[in-house]
């Protein structure tokens, strides 16, 4: 109960920080388009324009975490993956063991009492 309180309220803090980064991102984005379209037209170079590409689709993710569905398609993706996919999950060596980690610790302990 309390892990997933606590992934609730990160991703709460997420999609708020998104929302955040939108509205600054959105001005710059306005600003921008405006003037690189106006520099495009009074001195007739299209390339100006370019710019607005790459940063509209910052501002189109930003808009779909904040605002859209993206969580709800990365969620249905990621239950896709645990469903069908389960092979790309284990961890190397298997799952880790209370003998391994007593290993490991009584290993440490000798490094650390040999110094």
């Known amino acids: 109960m309390m ?7 990160q991703m709460a803090m997420q999609i708020a920080w998104s929302r955040e980064f939108l509205k600054y991102f959105g001005t710059f984005f306005g600003i921008a ?9 009074k001195r007739k ?4 324009i370019f710019p607005i590409v790459p940063l509209g689709f910052v501002l189109t993710y930003q808009f779909d975490l904040g605002y859209g569905t993206l969580l709800q398609r990365m969620k249905g993706e990621a239950e896709n993956i645990l469903e069908t996919e389960k092979s790309k999950l284990q961890l190397p060596k298997g799952m ?8 490991a610790r ?3 302990s000798k490094f650390f009492i040999d110094k």
């Open 33 to 41: 388009a405006i003037s690189l379209t106006a520099g495009a037209i």
């Open 106 to 108: 009584r290993e440490q």
């Open 45 to 48: 170079k299209p390339a100006f």
């Open 3 to 9: 892990q997933n309180e606590m992934r609730e309220r």
């Open 96 to 103: 880790i063991t209370f003998e391994s980690l007593e290993k």
